[in-house]
Structures are given as structure tokens and as C-alpha cells.
């Protein structure tokens, strides 16, 4: 017994030093760190230049006298907006004033005389919010608020084109509107929208022609392109 007790020491003696000897080397393995995920931040004021094309749906009904007609006053559009974003996870909101010149023209002849009812308007401007979701570097969004669009109005005689009376007004309704906005850059985007303006009826005075009640839509499609002044595209667990 004795004997046995002495071999199964020297077994255990023998073997320590080359069981240390793998323990030790068996590196350390530290778990891989998880992935960081690049969100795009779109906080902060923003100013950009937006173009593309429009028109408006012009009803004039002459004041006592019944309709003489509609038409379509259509062509560009050019502009600038500034405003201000802040985000709440992938929910974005905002701000804006948007101000464009325009050259929407259209004419109709009258149903009531031998006359043609011209109308152009030459300038518009958007005071909105908005609320939009992000997809990352993609936003979507919905926008809607005041509308202001200056106009001018124009009655020729129907043969010979000679000037007869003319007036101009601008008149505030309603905007809704919708977006989507790239962000290819830490601070630049580009975008496409689309607006309708409500902008409901006025009578318009000329003169000794009478005056007429002109109710009118806008329709606008532009492409946009805004600088954020923020901090850049930030990455988070």
C-alpha cells in the first residue's frame, strides 16, 4: 500500500510541470466588440435652393353675372428655403419658409363675352411643418401650413388682343405637401416634393368690366438641394 501511495506521488510530481506548461499556453481570446451602426443625423438648420415646375387652376366668375370660364396657368419656378430639424430616434420634425419666383401663365376666352381672362403668378411662399420618419440617410416626410401666391390678372379683347383692364392681389390659403430627402453627404441632401396649395376665392375689381370672383389651386413639383449646418453623420451602438 505504501508502495502504491509512492508511485501515484511520483505520477502526480512528473505530470504538474507539463500540465502548467499547457495552461499557459493557451492564449487569451478577447469577444469581438459589436458592430457600430452609422446613423445619419438630420438636426439642425438647414438653407437650400429648390427649381422644377407648376400650375394653377384659375376659375373666374363674373360678380352677379354668372362663370366665364377656367383655365390652366402653368410654366417654372425657382426659389430658396431655410428651417430647422430635430430628431426624436428615427421620428424627424420641422420647420420651414420656402419663398419662389414663378411664371405660371394661362388664358381663357369668356363664356359671357368676347373677351380672354389671362392670369400669371409671379411669386409664391410656403410656412410649413413637417414630420417625416428616417430611414438612416432617407427621410420622408409630410408638410402643410400657410400659402401665399401673388398674382396678376388681365382682360384682353378676344379678336384683336387689345389691352382692356387689368388688377393684381395676393391671397393666402392652405398647403399639404409631401417629400424624400437623400442625405449623400454628412451635411448636403437632395430631394424631390410636391405641394397643394388651397387658395380658395377673391373677388377681383376691373373697373368699369365689373368684377370677378377668381378661385384658384396651385400644383408644384420642384427638386431641392440643402446644406444642414449641424454636426456630422454621429455612430451609435
Known amino acids: ?31 469581438p466588440a459589436p458592430m457600430m451602426a ?41 426659389g430658396g428655403q431655410f428651417g ?43 410656412f410649413t411643418g413637417q414630420v417625416g420618419y428616417a430611414f438612416n440617410n432617407v427621410l420622408l416626410y409630410a408638410k402643410g401650413g400657410a ?17 382692356l383692364a387689368s388688377n393684381t392681389d395676393s391671397r393666402w390659403g392652405g398647403v399639404v405637401g409631401a417629400g424624400l430627402e437623400y442625405g449623400f453627404a454628412p451635411n448636403w441632401s437632395v430631394g424631390v416634393e410636391y405641394d397643394h396649395l388651397f387658395m380658395d376665392r377673391q373677388t377681383v375689381s376691373f373697373g368699369a368690366l365689373g368684377s370677378d370672383s377668381i378661385k384658384q389651386d396651385v400644383d408644384l413639383f420642384t427638386a431641392r438641394l440643402n446644406y444642414r449646418f449641424g454636426g456630422p453623420t454621429i455612430a451609435k451602438y
Not at 2 to 19: D, E, G, I, Y
Open 84 to 126: 430647422y430639424r430635430w430628431q426624436m430616434g428615427p421620428v424627424v420634425f420641422g420647420v420651414e419658409a420656402q419663398g419662389n419666383w414663378a411664371d405660371f401663365t394661362g388664358d381663357n376666352v369668356s363664356a359671357l363675352f368676347a373677351t380672354r381672362n389671362r392670369t400669371k403668378t409671379d411669386a409664391f411662399g410656403l
Open 147 to 163: 400659402a401665399v401666391t401673388s398674382n396678376k390678372y388681365t382682360i384682353t379683347n378676344a379678336v384683336t388682343g387689345a389691352f
Open 1 to 31: 500500500m505504501k508502495k502504491l501511495l509512492l508511485m501515484t506521488t511520483a505520477l502526480v510530481v512528473l505530470a504538474s510541470p507539463t500540465l502548467a506548461a499547457d495552461l499557459a499556453a493557451r492564449p487569451y481570446t478577447k469577444a
Open 38 to 78: 452609422a446613423i445619419y443625423d438630420w438636426s439642425g438648420f438647414y438653407i437650400g435652393a429648390n427649381g422644377g415646375g407648376g400650375w394653377s387652376h384659375n376659375t373666374w366668375d363674373l360678380v352677379g353675372g354668372g362663370r366665364e370660364g377656367s383655365h390652366d396657368s402653368s410654366g417654372g419656378t425657382i
